[in-house]
């Protein structure tokens, strides 16, 4: 069983920066592929970045491409999202996900809301114009 807690969300001015934290416990760190997920008001969750189990590969939605940047620590069990540059429209509930893998696939990634069977509470990033 996989637990996993963001921090990190608040209210920042358009063109700032936040860094959003997950935390995870249970299983092994370096089995988790990992996403960051958000989900707006009227909107359906979101991958804006995912890494793999090994770290080695990374994915960006083209609307944050440039701007967010995913990173792991395994030994800190802790996986980062830096956001840059943000917008309005960045604004929405972010989501920590944890899907655990078998060793032939530390390098896939996974950006589907099914594709992650562990869930953080969320936590909520407010960006003002």
């Known amino acids: 069983q996989v637990q996993l807690v963001e921090s990190g969300g608040g209210l920042v001015q358009a063109g700032g920066s936040l860094q959003l934290s997950c935390v995870a416990s249970?299983?092994?760190?370096?089995?988790?592929?990992m996403g960051w997920f958000r989900q707006a008001p009227g909107k359906e969750r979101e991958c804006v970045a995912a890494?793999?189990?090994?770290?080695?590969?990374?994915y960006y939605a083209d609307s944050v491409k440039g701007r967010f940047t995913i990173s792991r620590d395994n030994a800190k069990n802790t996986v980062v999202l830096q956001m840059n540059s943000l917008k309005y429209e960045d604004t929405a509930v972010y989501y920590c996900?944890?899907?655990?893998?078998?060793?032939?696939?530390?390098?896939?990634?996974?950006?589907?809301?099914?594709?992650?069977?562990?869930w953080g509470q969320g936590t909520q990033v407010t960006v003002s114009s």
């Open positions: 996900a944890a899907r655990q893998v078998i060793v032939f696939d530390g390098s896939s990634l996974y950006s589907g809301t099914h594709d992650y069977p562990y």
């Open positions: 249970g299983g092994t760190s370096s089995r988790r592929a």
């Open positions: 890494i793999s189990s090994n770290g080695g590969r990374l």
